[in-house]
């Protein structure tokens, strides 16, 4: 009887001895691979686009956001009022919805107008799940080489952002 309560008691930690400890996939795949999302996105005029289309040697803000999203729609109206402070940067906005949801988001701001920001539809969700995204607006900030050095999930006030960059 003392056999069997010793080897019950001890089989969690036999089991857990036997589970592959060097791999942590509680790690979001942004954080392993700190890069931009290597996920194809669908820009306005129906043309893919991929991270290496990006500019070289400038910081890129990658802004997930969701058309039916309030805060969302907040924030794109103070980047586009302080759109000057960004001049330097790539603002790189990717919905998960499909692109004519996009499409009227892009219109209803005249993101067209904005030469450094470029938006895009992503519906398959791979992007989401690459930054294990669980509340929009979800903001990830690159710098020049294109190496993770900042990331928030929710609302992000623009002095934040800024100073990253």
């Known amino acids: 009887m003392r056999r069997w309560m010793f080897l019950l008691m001890c089989l969690p930690s036999l089991l857990k001895a036997q589970t592959n400890t060097n791999t942590n996939t509680n790690t979001p795949p942004y ?3 700190s890069i931009i999302s ?4 669908t820009l306005y005029d129906g043309h893919t686009f991929s991270k290496n289309d990006l500019p070289r040697n400038k910081p890129v803000i990658v802004f997930l956001f ?3 999203c309030d805060h969302c729609a907040h924030m794109t109206e103070e ?3 302080n759109i000057g402070q960004f001049k330097n940067a790539t603002l790189l906005m990717v919905t998960p919805f499909k692109l004519d949801r996009m499409k009227a988001w892009y219109d209803e701001y005249h993101i067209g107008n904005y030469p450094n920001i470029i938006m895009a539809a992503e519906p398959t969700r791979q992007i989401v799940y690459y930054y294990d995204l669980k509340n929009f607006p979800g903001v990830y ?3 020049k080489k294109h190496k993770l050095v900042a990331d928030y999930e929710g609302t992000v006030k623009l002095e934040t952002l800024l100073k990253h960059l």
């Not at 290597?38 to 996105?41: D, G």
Request: no cysteine.
């Open 79 to 81: 980047i586009i009022k």
């Open 31 to 33: 954080k392993q691979y």
């Open 66 to 68: 969701s058309v039916e």
């Open 38 to 41: 290597p996920a194809p996105l």
């Open 141 to 143: 900030i690159y710098d």
